[in-house]
């Protein structure tokens, strides 16, 4: 229930705010809404008018009380349920003595709510003018918000042509910066990828010349060891040759010139062999690319090796290289190889090609390396011109200079094609006697190697084999049509 000074404030609040809306009502008559066009150009190119336009007032002036809220009856005293409970909180409201004596009347059960009923009735008009004004001021509210509404949405709309120019032109600066960003980018990308392919190019020249300085290091170094070995040849000559000179001097004028012309060896009864088996292997051998197809079959088995770091690499050493074929394979993969050749027409050839070889004894050679310093060792075609004292020599040495899981590749002619055995083989006059496959497949073994494998190699076209599938002609393409060559692989 509201005292008498509440209802006194009440009161003269709604007759503030009816004052205050009849003074709103006529400014809002008397206030004129824009209606100039805003010129794009002037916008973007003047800064001047924008803000003239910003400090010109577009909208109805608000009341001073228009942020205040309609006065609300403050909430009444919750009484406790239950009727004991109730008609005692009643009962003592009766006997407070701040309370006034109307709000204790009130407070009485049955005839405190007849008594607000008839208070509440004769004050209907009142607060039934005050509901009136109250609804009134909303109103006044309602139709100001339009109106200042309404103002907004002219001003968006004489302001969104400049908002879409803006923006249009922001979209052109962006591209253009994205175009010009995206040119940069690749500039940038394009210089990092010519700088790095330099440097790759760099790294891989380093490594190759580092390759070839490994592998002209080992020559060099066998050079000097066959040097030494050559100063104690020339010594041993030279003792005899004083042996034989003191011999001489003992004996008569006339004997010793019967038996000098008799020993004489004149230079041009001297063959050239060299020069004649770099001819023969050009007619009977094959071209060098020829020879290097077929050589690539042996580089499935070499991925211990190119796992490993290139610097990390050993040394791989090609007895009988020839004309460097298989050099070159080996050096196309990174592999560091060195050739070694008895004959000196064949050493030039690969030395013109730019690959390591020297012209010397393949098991002397081998003999002279270090114990388990060598990667692999390779032999094409060259088991078959060694007596058997001198294969087993081989074998002995390669073992003992390949490095633990080490490779061993010799290839030689297959006897069990007929045609080879019986004819072809004979073809090249330095060779002694084929070697049957299981018998290099014991001796590898015997001599300590392991996982020996015999790889048959280059059979004849399928022109030359007999067609259908009878016995006979299965029995004659085995022994005559077969693998013309085979290879004897091992690791140590």
């Known amino acids: 229930m509201k005292t008498q000074e509440q209802a006194v404030a009440e009161d003269a609040l709604i007759l ?22 805003i010129d794009l150009n002037d916008i973007l190119s003047n800064d001047a008018t924008v803000n003239a336009s910003r400090q010109a007032s577009v909208f109805p002036t608000t009341p001073d009380n228009f942020s205040q809220s309609v006065p609300q009856e403050a909430p009444g005293k919750v009484w406790p349920t239950g009727v004991y409970q109730y008609v005692k909180a009643r009962t003592k409201v009766l006997f407070d003595a701040s309370l006034s004596f109307k709000s204790r009347l009130r407070s009485m059960p049955v005839f405190g709510y007849g008594i607000g009923w008839l208070n509440a009735f004769l004050h209907l008009p009142l607060t039934r003018y005050r509901h009136t004004v109250a609804i009134d001021v909303l109103r006044q509210q309602n139709a100001l918000l339009r109106e200042q509404l309404y103002a907004l949405n002219q001003r968006v709309s004489q302001v969104e042509p400049c908002f879409n120019a803006v923006n249009n032109r922001l979209n052109i600066i962006l591209s253009r910066l994205e175009r010009q960003e995206a040119v940069r980018a690749s500039v940038r990308l394009h210089q990092f990828d010519n700088l790095d392919v330099g440097n790759r190019l760099m790294r891989i020249e380093q490594l190759e010349i580092a390759r070839k300085i490994k592998q002209f290091t080992q020559l060099i170094k066998s050079n000097q060891a066959d040097q030494l070995s050559d100063d104690l040849v020339f010594a041993q000559i030279l003792r005899r040759l004083e042996a034989i000179e003191k011999s001489v001097n003992g004996a008569t004028g006339s004997g010793v010139g019967v038996e000098a012309d008799q020993q004489t060896v004149h230079c041009d009864d001297v063959v050239d062999l060299e020069k004649f088996y770099l001819d023969f292997e050009a007619q009977f051998r094959g071209s060098t690319a020829e020879i ?19 610097e990390q690499r050993k040394m791989f050493v090609d007895i009988g290289c020839g004309r460097g074929e298989w050099l070159e394979l080996l050096s196309e993969q990174g592999v560091p190889a060195i050739g070694i050749d008895s004959n000196a027409k064949m050493v030039d050839a690969c030395l013109q090609n730019g690959y390591a070889a020297k012209v010397a004894d393949g098991i002397e050679f081998l003999k002279r390396q270090e114990k388990s310093s060598l990667s692999g060792v390779s032999g094409f075609h060259i088991i078959e011109h060694l007596p058997f004292e001198k294969l087993i020599a081989l074998f002995d040495a390669a073992y003992a200079a390949l490095s633990e899981d080490g490779i061993l590749i010799f290839e030689t002619p297959n006897p069990e094609n007929l045609i080879i055995g019986a004819c072809n083989f004979y073809y090249d006059p330095t060779h002694l006697k084929p070697i049957v496959p299981d018998v290099a497949q014991f001796i590898a073994k015997q001599r300590g190697f392991r996982h020996v494998e015999i790889k048959r190699l280059h059979p004849f076209p399928d022109d030359y084999q007999m067609s259908g599938d009878t016995q006979l002609a299965q029995t004659l393409n085995k022994f005559l049509f077969s693998a013309q060559d085979y290879a004897v692989i091992a690791r140590k």
């Open 292 to 310: 290097k197809q077929r050589q690539q079959v042996y580089l499935s088995y070499f991925d211990k090796i190119l796992a490993q770091p290139i």
């Open 16 to 37: 503030q705010r009816i004052q205050s809306n009849a003074g709103s009502e006529r400014g809002m008559s008397s206030t004129n809404l824009p209606t100039t066009s």
